[in-house]
Structure formats: structure tokens, C-alpha cells
């Protein structure tokens, strides 16, 4: 077998053998196959795709590449989320203490923020403390403790995704639903998970633009998982304006805050409640609620005090800091730069979820490159949503720096320029659309 016909093979269409595909991942990983080449097959595989079987075992193998979690010391069925990436999305520290409420332990393995997406590691390093650099072998303690553990990806859960990711992200290669799907099953079936509740996100500021590219995507994830005999559950939501009030990571994290306390910010109320009351259900921690009562009971618990004592409880157990009226200590905090103003009369029909993705990292909130260093302080805070009334010159955001950056004036007048840019007006109301569309399982 050479790498040449499986190119090849792919190249006119046909569908790779079990064996060609376990060839090339484990060239991938022992480094056998140069880049050169593989960076031709995922063409290959971008334009060709894969059947089910393929993607199937694509994942498989990508999942086989390094260790595999073994999270049999959780009492009862172990389950995951995952995010296809958004902006403003803070669900994570919502839903780990939420579904501790009902006794659902939760392992997360979680990324750091790259390009417009935020990553939830350095959403929860923005608290004084916490550490997210913890070995698995530390997890069953953290899990006796509090139900929770999160950390940073190791670098040893599915390397063959890790060099596969990177060659994509600089050979046009990231946007093909095989590719997409068998990169994030491979790390859930590597992270352990018997159940794995899945954030298919969809609008301006998400890999899936499109509901179609959405459902496609899902239904690619649900076959992997029942043929390689975990239970997947889809949840399409819509990321056509950012999620909730507030972008950048500690601005997020006071918003995460404000909701456990008791402020209830619609959007992200409703996609937490959801994807955790799934996460519930699939756990069969549901106490004989069906899917609808387990919602309802999702958002009492997630705004009524339950679950910010769990999330006090992940906090300490992790190393963090707590003040003395219970909420967390920051490494820094958000100071209002400058305020960002509606240019016309109207009801705003969109807040492109990209462009303040961009934006916020443009104020130093995220990273362009993985040496990037993260102003913690930086983001963005929102006064408005998609289908409030505004006047010209009413104000639409603030501009947060943190405490060392308050000076830097060019990057509040670049974001401030792109942000205007991401909102459009109407003198119709747009119609309301809800911020889950649909769930596939
Ligand atoms: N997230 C991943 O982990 N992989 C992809 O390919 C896209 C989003």
C-alpha cells in the first residue's frame, strides 16, 4: 500500500478500505507521511467526501491515536458536550455545576480560544487560581470532590487530529463536514464519553452558516456515534449575533456569574437549559422528567442558587479564588473604554457574530496566533440585541480594556470601526427567531 494510490484513490472518488484509512493515520502520526501528502488527501477528501463507514473509521483511527480516557470511576453514564465554536459562548461554566445539580458528573477536556471563537480554558484561567493544567490521573479526586473537572486539552488525547487540524488550518481544508466531524467525534470518543450532547452552532459567526450545513453536520456526528456505539445528541442553535451579553473572558465569566445569581439572560438561559437538560436525560439522572419538565427544571435550578453553589464548589476545588460575598476573583477586570453608537434610526436585524468575533480580538481578548498573549480584561458588552429599537446615536456597546492596555486608543478605534460595520438596521422588526432551531439525535 503506498500513500500515492490512496491520494489517488480518494482523487476519483471511491470510497478508502479500513486498512488504507488506519495507513494513513497511523503515518500521520508516526510521521512517516509527509505533510505534502496528506495535506493531498484531505483535498482529496474535501472534495470527494466520505461515506459513513470512511468518516466512521476515520474517526476511529484519529481516536486511537493516543491515550483514551477511561472515566469508568463515574458513577453512572458518563456525558460531554461539545461546541462547534462560537462567539459570547459561555455555556460550559453553566452547564458543568447546572447538571451537577441532578448528580451528572462531568470531565471536560476543553480547548483554548484561536482565531474569532473564544475557548472556555482561558475563560475559566480568567479567574484567580484556576488551574486548568491538570493530569487526567488528578480527575477521579476533582470528580469525588464536586461532580466537575475541567483542563486543557493534553497534547496526547487523538494527536492524529492535532497534525491533521493544523495542516488544514493553512491548506484550505478546515470546511468539510468528514473532516469537521471526525476531528471533534475523535477527541469525544478519546475524552471517554458514553453520551456526548453536541452544540451544532449556525449563523455569521460558526463553522455551518447555513441550517442545511448544520443538519448535515449533525447527522454526520449522529451515524459516527451510533456506529461506533455512543448516543449523540445534536442541538442546532443559532449564531447569526453573539450569545448573551457580553464577549471576552473575563466580561464572560461576570455574565456566567450574574445568571447563576439570578439574572436571566434569555438566549443563553435557553441554549444552557437545553443542551443540559440532554446531557440529564442521556445520564438517566432525569428522576422520570420527560424532556420538557427536565428544561423547565434546568432553568429554575440554573438561575435559583443550585447551581451557583456547585460552581462555587468547581471553583475551589480547582485552586480559585473566591471574595468574601462568594463570586470569583479575577486576574484582571474589564474597564469601559469607549462606547460604540448607532449610526441610523431602526431595529437592528443583525449583529455579525464573525465581526465581533474579530473585534474582540482585535482588543486583545483572544488570539491570532497561539503565542498570542490574551488581555483577560478585553471584550466587548452589549446594551442591545438583535431586534431592539435603537436612534441614531443611541449606544449599542461598550469597550472593555483591562487594567495595563487602558491607553491603547488604536485598537478601541479599529474594533469600534468593525463593530460598527457588523450591525444592520431595518424599519421592520425582524421576525423572532429562536436561539435553538432544532435536535437531532
Ligand atoms: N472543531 C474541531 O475540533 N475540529 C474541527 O475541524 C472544527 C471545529
Redesign the pocket.
Known sequence: MTMQEIILKKRYGKALSNEEIEFFINGVVDKSIPDYQTSALLMAIVLNGMNEEEMTTLTIKMAESGEQNDLSYIDGIPVDKHS??GVGDKCTPLIMPLVATFGVSTVKLS?RGLGFTGGTVDKFESIEGFNVALPISSFPELISNCNMAISGQTPDLAPA?KVL?SL?DVTGT?DSIP??AS??MS?KLAGGAKGIVLDVTCGSGA?MKTIDEAKALSEAMIKIGKLSGREVVAVITDMNQPLGRNVGNVSEMQEVFEILSGNVIEDVVEVVSVLSANMVMLAGKNDGMNMEELINECKLRLTDGRALEKYKDLILSQGGSLNSNGSPVYVDYPNDCMRVNATEDGYITEIKADIIGKASVKLGAGRQVKTDIIDYGAGIGFFVKVGDYVKRGDCLCALYLGNEHINEDDKLFDAAEMITDAFSYSSEKPEDKPVVIEVLK
Open positions: 462547534t465554536g480547548g487530529d487540524y488544514r478546515i473532516l469537521i476531528s471533534i477527541k463553522f
